[in-house]
């Protein structure tokens, strides 16, 4: 896992579990090991300051300035996003497949690319150019996912626990 992604799951992490949803910055800094269990090397000022920033633009985060201090808090999105990181560090296999299936036209290529990075994303492999699979139990975000953007007429979802001899195509 990349430095990045770990601040980044640190911070997740850390603003979930607080009592009040709230964490002063300073605090969270010098005191890293009292926030994180098991994390005991201290935080670099600037990775935390970038981490924080790319949370901040992705929508997972909002601040608020108190006292001289600035707070910061978990939006939904940043809930919904530390949910699905929690569900792809899992290893344990439900052996159920959970199977995307697309048939988006190229006047809506765009979107389709999109969908195909968040399958990646998400661990999904590629059994063919539009059908998906993984062993992740993220059914419901993928769904919520698809709802938002608006592809529910293009796209199928579902699992399944009878799927023999499954071939990956692309396994990056």
């Given at each position: 896992m990349r430095k990045n992604s770990q601040t980044t799951d640190l911070i997740?992490?850390?603003?979930?579990?607080?009592?009040?949803?709230?964490v002063r910055l300073e605090d969270f800094l010098y005191?890293?090991?009292?926030?994180?269990?098991?994390?005991?090397?201290?935080?670099?000022k600037s990775n935390?300051?970038?981490?924080?920033?790319r949370?901040?633009?992705?929508?997972?985060?909002?601040?608020e300035k108190s006292q001289n201090q600035i707070l910061y808090k978990l939006t939904a999105a940043g809930r919904q996003e530390r949910e699905i990181?929690?569900?792809?560090?899992?290893?344990?296999w439900d052996k159920k497949?959970?199977?995307?299936?697309?048939d988006i036209p190229e006047s809506h290529r765009k979107v389709r690319n999109v969908?195909?990075?968040r399958l990646k994303l998400w661990k999904f492999k590629p059994l063919q150019k539009s059908v998906w699979v993984s062993k992740k139990s993220i059914t419901k975000q993928v769904k919520?996912?698809?709802?938002?953007v608006g592809l529910t007429k293009w796209v199928l979802i579902f699992e399944s626990s009878d799927l023999e001899n499954v071939h990956i195509v692309d396994d990056r």
């Open positions: 997740l992490e850390v603003l979930e579990t607080a009592v009040d949803g709230y005191n890293t090991h009292i926030y994180a269990k098991g994390y005991d090397r201290p935080l670099k935390l300051s970038q981490s924080l920033r949370l901040r633009l992705k929508g997972f985060l909002e601040t990181r929690k569900l792809l560090a899992e290893d344990n497949w959970r199977i995307v299936i697309f969908l195909r990075s919520e996912f698809v709802n938002d």
